[in-house]
């Protein structure tokens, strides 16, 4: 739902103008984000506390290049909600909209497991060829395991995997 549908069903509930409506949403919008500012904290009986708080820095990881990032510290917007509106939601029934997007979210979650799990193995099988040179698992292309992609795979492994070999 967006706020001109919000806007449009208060209005039609209270019998006013879009227009009308408009303003006092917005207008409460404004008022719940300078509270935010000023006091860091606002809270709407039955329905929830909004708050500022303070997310420290951390050390992250660039997905793409293995690069170790800082993330600065940094306010966030928290929300928790109301018993009212916890009740309410819990005793939500499923539609099947909701069932079709959690079916995909736990597919798409499979799908990431098994490529982890498929690059960890893969990984581990590069480690063993770099610790034993000699005992290398022949690869599908010779079967006598000494083919050049062997080695050019084993030369593409990622920073982090080197780190245990290392030590």
Do not use: Y
Not at 11 to 18: G, K, N, P, S, V
Not at 64 to 86: C, L, Q, Y
Request: a positive charge.
């Amino acid at each position: 739902m967006t706020k001109k549908e919000i806007v449009r069903k208060i209005a039609e509930d209270i019998e006013e103008t879009q227009l009308k409506t408009k303003e006092i949403v917005q207008r409460t919008f404004d008022a719940i984000v300078k509270t935010l500012l000023i006091d860091r904290r606002i809270e709407l009986r039955n329905f929830g506390v909004f708050e500022v708080k303070l997310r420290k820095k951390r050390k992250a990881r660039n997905p793409r290049t293995e690069e170790a990032v800082e993330v600065p510290a940094k306010f966030v917007v928290t929300f928790k909600p109301g018993k009212e509106m916890e009740e309410k939601v819990r005793n939500l029934t499923i539609r099947p909209e909701d069932q079709e997007r959690l079916n995909r979210k736990t597919e798409k979650a499979r799908k990431a497991a098994e490529a982890r799990e498929a690059a960890s193995t893969a990984g581990a099988a590069a480690a063993a060829t770099m610790a034993s040179p000699g005992a290398a698992p022949p690869t599908p292309g010779d079967a006598n395991g000494s083919s050049d992609s062997a080695a050019a795979d084993s030369s593409k492994k990622k920073p982090r995997a080197k780190k245990p070999a290392q030590a």
